[in-house]
């Protein structure tokens, strides 16, 4: 079983960033692909960002490229969703995610599908004010 815990969170105006942070209890964390999903109130969990195992391969839903960077320190267990030039619309609840080895190498592992994540944080809202 693995614990992930969101935090860095928050309130701030638009064009203003923060940096989410996922915190993940297990020491075999190297081995795991990540991944950031969003849901804002009365829409559908939507795919943010994904990072490989060793931090060498990134992919970006379209609506963020070029404003959010993900990153990993596997020798602190932890990943990263540093957010620039954030908008109101990136306002939601932002989850970090876990892809176990089973899963990835199953065949159908789809790193933009929640279906393809094992393991989910709770959640840390961000709101961004116009």
């Known amino acids: 079983q693995v614990q992930l815990v969101e935090s860095g969170g928050g309130l701030v105006q638009a064009g203003g960033s923060l940096r989410l942070s996922c915190a993940a209890s297990?020491?075999?964390?190297?081995?795991?692909?990540m991944g950031w999903f969003r849901q804002a109130p009365g829409k559908e969990r939507e795919f943010v960002a994904r990072?490989?195992?060793?931090?060498?391969?990134?992919y970006y839903a379209d609506s963020v490229k070029g404003r959010f960077t993900i990153s990993r320190d596997n020798a602190a267990n932890t990943e990263y969703l540093q957010m620039n030039s954030l908008k109101p619309e990136d306002t939601a609840v932002y989850y970090c995610a876990l892809t176990s080895m089973s899963t990835y190498y199953s065949g159908s592992y789809n790193y933009s599908s929640g279906r393809s994540y094992d393991y989910w944080g709770q959640g840390t809202q961000v709101t961004v004010s116009s």
């Open positions: 990072i490989s195992r060793s931090g060498g391969t990134t």
């Open positions: 297990r020491r075999t964390f190297s081995t795991y692909a």
